[in-house]
C-alpha cells in the first residue's frame, strides 16, 4: 500500500511542478525529491519505463514523420548549436580576450541531450547489442530469445537511468542549481536524460514487436547493422 501511496505522490508532484512552471513559477521540488528516496521511486520507474514507452510507442506508429525525425532533429539542433557556441566563443576569447561564463557549460549539457537521443535512435537501428554476425547462424528459436533478452535488459536499464536521472534533476531543482553565467536552472536539461531514456523504452517495444512479427511470419529475424542507416 505504500508503494502505491509513494507512486501516485511522485505523480502528484510531477503534476504540481509542470502547473507551478507553467503559470511561471519555478516549481518546488522538494517533495519529489522527499519521494523519490523511497522504494515507491522504483514502482514509479517501472510504470514509466513500461507504460511510458508504450505509449511512445503508439505516438511513433500513429506518426511517421515523428518516428522519423524527432530524434534526429534533437541530434543535429543540440550538435550545430555546439559547434556554433564553440566556434563563435574560441573567437571572441582569441581575438577580443573575452568569453561569456556559459560558453564552457552549456555545450555539456547539450552534449547530454545529443548523446541520449542518439542511443535511442540507434536503439531502433540495431547498432547497439547487436552482434548480428555471431546471432545470424544461430537457430531461430535462439535468436528470437536472445532479441527477447535485448529488450528485458534495455528495459532494465530504462528503469535504473529514468529513476536515478529523476532524482538528481530533483535534487538539482531542489537546490535551485543555476548554470554558470545565466539565471537557467540546470535541471532544464538534466530533464532530458529520463526523457530520452523514456523514448528509447518506446524504441524497444518497435523492436520487440518487429521481432514477434518476424518470428510468426518466418522473415529473417536477424539483420546486419548499420551505423546511421534505416
Not at 508504450?54 to 534533437?74: D, H, K, M, Q
Not at 561564463?101 to 531502433?124: A, D, E, H, K
Request: with cysteine.
Amino acid at each position: 500500500m505504500e508503494l502505491i501511496t509513494g507512486t501516485g505522490a511522485i505523480f502528484a508532484a510531477f503534476g504540481s511542478i509542470i502547473a507551478d512552471v507553467l503559470t511561471g513559477g519555478e516549481g518546488d521540488f522538494n517533495t519529489l525529491r522527499r519521494e523519490m528516496l523511497g522504494n515507491a521511486a522504483w514502482l514509479w520507474g517501472l510504470i514509466m519505463t513500461l507504460g511510458g514507452g508504450f505509449l511512445v510507442s503508439l505516438v511513433y506508429r500513429a506518426s511517421g514523420w515523428i518516428e522519423r525525425n524527432l530524434e534526429p532533429t534533437l541530434m543535429v539542433v543540440a550538435y550545430l548549436s555546439i559547434g556554433a557556441i564553440i566556434f563563435i566563443e574560441v573567437i571572441r576569447r582569441f581575438v577580443f580576450s573575452e568569453q561569456f561564463p556559459w560558453s564552457t557549460t552549456i555545450p555539456g549539457y547539450l552534449f547530454l541531450i545529443m548523446t541520449w537521443t542518439g542511443c535511442s535512435y540507434n536503439v531502433r537501428l540495431r547498432t547497439h547489442l547487436s552482434f548480428s554476425e555471431f546471432r545470424s547462424k544461430m537457430p531461430r528459436g535462439a535468436q528470437f530469445g536472445l532479441l527477447i533478452l535485448d529488450a528485458v535488459l534495455w528495459w532494465g536499464i530504462c528503469l535504473l537511468v529514468i529513476v536515478t536521472a529523476t532524482f538528481v534533476t530533483a535534487n538539482s531543482g531542489n537546490n535551485y542549481s543555476l548554470i554558470t553565467g545565466t539565471d537557467w536552472f540546470t535541471w532544464w536539461f538534466l530533464i532530458s536524460l529520463p526523457i530520452a531514456f523514456v523514448l528509447l523504452s518506446g524504441r524497444v517495444f518497435q523492436n520487440l514487436r518487429d521481432d514477434i512479427r518476424k518470428y510468426r511470419t518466418g522473415e529473417k529475424m536477424i539483420e546486419q547493422a548499420v551505423l546511421g542507416g534505416q
